[in-house]
Structures are given as structure tokens and as C-alpha cells.
């Protein structure tokens, strides 16, 4: 507990062992497989996001305790451009880049908390927990 682990996300393979980590993380937490998947598919869009808006940035996992409760933390962060809109960034569909503008709103609803802080010209920080039933 408290222990965070922190991911450089610079290019694709980043993304693979970002994933792979954070995996190998909740299953030792004792996530069983539907949630790995949903923690995975979680990584995966933040972790793109990072590389295509920002370039560079940093995913961190930290398994967490709470009001007796456990659970998988997954917070990304970058220095890129910012969110302008962050209503407008998790309507479903909506993409600057002509993509299919469901990684926010996705991640959203795998996870069970989620949390946007983003800044214009300063970056991004996005929150998501996981909890453990
Ligand atoms: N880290 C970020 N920095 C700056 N802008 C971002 C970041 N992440 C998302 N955005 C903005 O929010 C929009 C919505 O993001 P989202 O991940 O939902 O969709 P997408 O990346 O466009 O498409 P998809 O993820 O479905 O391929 C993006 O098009 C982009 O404008
Ligand atoms: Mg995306």
C-alpha cells in the first residue's frame, strides 16, 4: 500500500509494458480477470492519448486503501497541450483527430472513479480507481 509505480509513456512499446505492469499489479492485488481487462483496456487508452496528444508523459499505478476498501489507482500525467473542453472531451465521439473519440468516456465507465485535471498549455492529469468487491 502506497507504493506507486510510475511508467515512462514515450513510444508504442510503452503501452505494452504500461499494460503488462498494471496488469500484473491487480491480479497480485487479487483483481480477477474480467476487471484485469477492464484495468488493461484503461492503460491502453490513457497511455494513447499520451503519445498522441501530449508525446511524453508518465502513467503511475498505486494499489490503494480506503474506508476498509481496496483498490487499483491508475493516474496519467502529462505536460502536453491540455484538455479545452473536458465536458466536450467525454461526450462519446468526440475527437480532435478524427478518431473514434471513445478513450475518456470508455475509461470512464470501465473504472469506477474517474477524474480530469487539465490545464491549457500546462497538461493533464487523469485519476482512475478501480475497487476491489
Ligand atoms: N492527454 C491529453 N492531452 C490533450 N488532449 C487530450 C488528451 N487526452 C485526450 N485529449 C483530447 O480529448 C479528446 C477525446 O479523447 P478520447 O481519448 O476520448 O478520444 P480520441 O483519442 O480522439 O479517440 P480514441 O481514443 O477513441 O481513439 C481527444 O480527441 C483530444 O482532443
Ligand atoms: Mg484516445
Known sequence: MGNIVSIPIINELDIVVARQKGREMAKEFGFVSIDLALIATAISELTRNI?????????????????GRKGFRLISKDEGPGIEDIKLALQDGYSTTSSLGLGLPGVKRLMDDFDIQSVMGQGTIVTATKWLN
Do not use: K, Q, S, V
Open 51 to 67: 503519445i498522441t496528444y501530449a508525446t511524453n508523459g508518465n502513467i503511475f499505478f498505486e494499489l490503494i486503501e480506503e474506508h
